[in-house]
């Protein structure tokens, strides 16, 4: 028996870009804020620019996964988004549907940090994995106290030593107990407790530099995680 059922997760908010910019975001930038999604075998079910847009992807005995936007003007150069994932999760349904949901807030806020400092700005894109011994209880825990910022809120000036990393400066731009967010002048940092939902501590690296490596930035945090959980 599998644990087949139906969810929905919907988020509303106000982004600091136009309806425009937010398209292109979703669609060919998603780089930048999320994961390069270019690849991926979805359909434009609905495709009214730049106001609604239905990426779905179909697959056996009726599992669905689909993100729906709909956007609207707010002066000032914002929008207004509506966002709905919707599909279906196949075994740990609990589990799959507390981390796809508090995803969506980090993600959704990550994008309205792109749109607000680096919009259209060619990036280079790095995933990371720590390894399995991160998915203990207290593994985010350990991260953020290896990076020393444990007890650092939203909009805190950052200013750390990062071994064999380099020093970071900027600001966090995110913390709550599952997810962190640091940005500086030119890259965003994000990192994910996914030890919540059964899954190793992970990171991405979203690089506007123009001089960003991905292999290097892969293998110098790969090996600061490595640190962080021997």
Known sequence: MTDDRKFEIVFDTELPGTPERVWEAVTKGTPGWMFPTDQWPDVKTVEEYPQ????????????FNQLEHVL???????????????????DNWDQQYDGASKHTEFYLHTLGQYLKHFDGQPVIFTDIQ?????QTTDGFVRLKKVLGVEGASQGDALDVEVD?????????DFSNENFLGL??????YRFFGRNAFGAPVGMTVHDFSGSGDSAATA??????LQKVYT
């Open 130 to 134: 720590g390894p399995a011994e991160s």
């Open 72 to 90: 609207e003007p707010v002066d000032g150069g914002r929008a207004r988004l509506h966002y709905v994932h919707s599909g279906i999760f196949a």
């Open 52 to 63: 609604h847009l239905v990426s779905r992807m179909d697959g056996p005995d009726g599992w």
């Open 219 to 224: 293998s110098a945090w790969g090996a600061f």
């Open 183 to 188: 940005r500086t002048a030119d890259t965003m």
């Open 164 to 172: 064999g990393v380099g020093r970071l400066s900027g600001q966090v």
